[in-house]
């Protein structure tokens, strides 16, 4: 059994919190920020009932820009969770643990 106090102690595993928190922390003021705004701009003023073009309003606009916001940061999500995932392994592996071994 590994020593996790150790692991979480090296600058290996420091170094791949920090990047993670770097990147999730922005992208959850982001996604919730623009996901509060919308319920609030909807519910308090009328900004969003301008027309954009023909019939389409402002605020079909804006909701599917969070459909699109959601599906990009999912994308960027994973692509950075499979570098997180390559740093994790390495660290576990600097303390020769294994988890293939373990199953």
Do not use: H, Q
Not at 44 to 67: K, P
Not at 80 to 97: C, G, P, Q, S, V
Request: without cysteine; proline residues 2%.
């Amino acid at each position: 059994m590994p020593d996790f106090e150790k692991i979480e102690n090296s600058s290996s595993f420091r170094e791949l919190m920090r990047r993670k928190k770097r990147f999730l922390i922005p992208t959850t003021i982001l996604f919730l920020g623009l996901y509060l705004l919308f319920n609030i701009v909807i519910s308090y003023t009328d900004w969003l009932n301008a027309t954009f073009i023909g019939d389409i309003t402002w605020v079909w606009v804006f909701a599917f820009g969070l459909f699109a916001m959601t599906w990009i940061l999912v994308t960027i999500y994973m692509k950075r969770a499979a570098k997180f995932d390559e740093m994790a392994k390495n660290t576990l592996k600097e303390f020769e643990y294994d988890e293939e071994e373990t199953k």
